[in-house]
């Protein structure tokens, strides 16, 4: 499995997981640019993601719903705040509604991406900080951890080709 280390830290806020791939680092960064490879890893196996809007910049928006096992598609978005290939990518992720329409209840959280090259090995690093406590536990209650790293073990098959 890709991913070699997980850590949440209630004090700052944050889930960090980190994940290592014997490939190039622009190759891993072609899985975070290329929406069509995106949805191939984005999310566990039993929920996979459909990109319905992915505008990669700075400022750019993305829509997404991911499918469940039994049919429901619930919607996210997110918002590119920094975007410096292919290193660093930076970004605002929350619920949608049906609409797509951001939903305020569970609040935002800032995703932030770095990929460090050593050559023929990426290392990946997610990191992801929760506006409160409340919405930390609510997130890895509802499996948050164990999907990121379920989605990022996806990561190999997709780098291999």
């Known amino acids: 499995m890709t991913v070699v ?14 994940a290592k791939f014997d490939a190039h680092v622009e190759l891993v960064w072609q899985i975070w640019e290329d929406p069509r490879q995106l949805e191939r890893w984005w999310g566990p196996p039993t929920w996979p993601a459909t990109f319905e809007h992915f505008d990669f910049k700075r400022g750019g928006k993305v829509a997404y719903f991911m ?8 919607r996210g978005w997110w918002h590119f705040t920094s975007v410096a290939g292919p290193h660093l990518l930076e970004f605002d992720d929350g619920f949608a509604d049906e ?6 209840e569970m609040g ?3 995703v932030t991406v770095t990929l460090e090259d050593f050559g023929i090995t990426t290392r990946m690093t997610v990191s992801t900080v929760f506006e409160s406590e409340e919405q ?7 499996g948050m951890e164990e999907g990121m790293r379920e989605a990022m073990g996806q990561i190999d098959a997709i780098l291999a080709e």
């Open 67 to 74: 499918t469940g096992p039994d049919g429901e598609k619930p």
């Open 108 to 110: 935002a959280a800032r």
């Open 136 to 142: 930390m536990g609510k997130m890895l209650e509802m």
């Open 5 to 18: 280390n997980s850590t949440k830290n209630p004090e700052e806020l944050s889930l960090t997981i980190e």
């Open 99 to 104: 609409k797509g329409h951001p939903m305020t």
